[in-house]
């Protein structure tokens, strides 16, 4: 399957502990995204990457958040000192840079529970 | 700011009964449609989309949906709804933010329920 993956897809951490989530996007889709998820939401945005540039990154991405994507390809989100209101589902997507770039499609998230 | 809203958070409706689900969004420039779905235990995947051209727009699994500018409205339907579209749908917005560059907005879902 040649989808977008995302590791680890259940995370608990205590208050305080930094995390951070994997994704792969599909290959050669160059456009990546990452939306946060709670209960009863609609997926909100967070940020996204062009290859390895990170565009657009959204007011709810505070200081304690932290996108890479270094070579283009996989990219990574990190959380510093996790409170408890980061409890969420994590979810990435990715689209092709040309055509359908708009079409995005997502992995099955990451779910965090912050104790 | 702009918004997403999605009118009806929860809808049950009977098999062969017909659908439509409210979206509207607030933005006065180009926008791009969108229509995804969550199928119980999947991946959000598209469902349709508008970029231009027809207002009307038809997706996978028969359903369709309109877009109406002056409404700022992109309601989705399907005029008879099986036990398997049993689902979270979402409605989703991108607004161009600076040149190149795009902010995807969507709405809150509506989670319907289909009885057999």
């Known amino acids: 399957d040649t989808g977008v993956s995302q590791d680890p897809r259940h995370k608990i951490t205590k208050r305080g502990q930094n995390v951070t989530f994997r994704c792969d996007p599909i290959?050669?889709?160059?456009?990546l995204y990452w939306y946060r998820q709670t209960l009863g939401q609609g997926p909100e945005f967070l940020t996204y990457?062009?290859?390895?540039?990170?565009?657009?990154k959204s007011r709810l991405l505070s200081d304690r958040f932290s996108a890479e994507r270094p070579k283009g390809s996989f990219s990574t989100l990190e959380i510093q000192r996790t409170e408890q209101g980061d409890s969420a589902m994590y979810l990435c997507?990715?689209?092709?840079?040309?055509?359908?770039?708009?079409?995005?499609?997502f992995g099955p998230g990451t779910r965090l529970t912050v104790t | 700011a702009q918004s997403v809203s999605q009118h009806n958070h929860h809808v049950i409706l009977s098999e062969a009964a017909s659908l439509e689900l409210g979206c509207n969004y607030s933005?006065?420039?180009?926008?791009?449609l969108f229509w995804y779905v969550q199928y119980p235990g999947q991946h959000l995947q598209l469902l349709l989309k508008y970029f231009s051209g027809d207002p009307l727009v038809k997706g996978i699994k028969g359903f369709e949906a309109e877009f109406i500018k002056s409404k700022f409205s992109f309601n989705l339907r399907k005029p008879s709804v099986q036990w398997s579209d049993t689902a979270e749908y979402f409605c989703a917005v991108t607004t161009p933010v600076t040149s190149g560059t795009y902010k995807y907005i969507f709405g809150t879902g509506t989670r319907l329920k289909v009885l057999a």
């Open positions: 997507a990715s689209s092709p840079g040309q055509g359908n770039f708009y079409e995005q499609y």
């Open positions: 990457f062009q290859n390895e540039a990170q565009l657009e």
């Open positions: 290959s050669e889709h160059n456009r």
């Open positions: 933005y006065g420039g180009t926008v791009n």
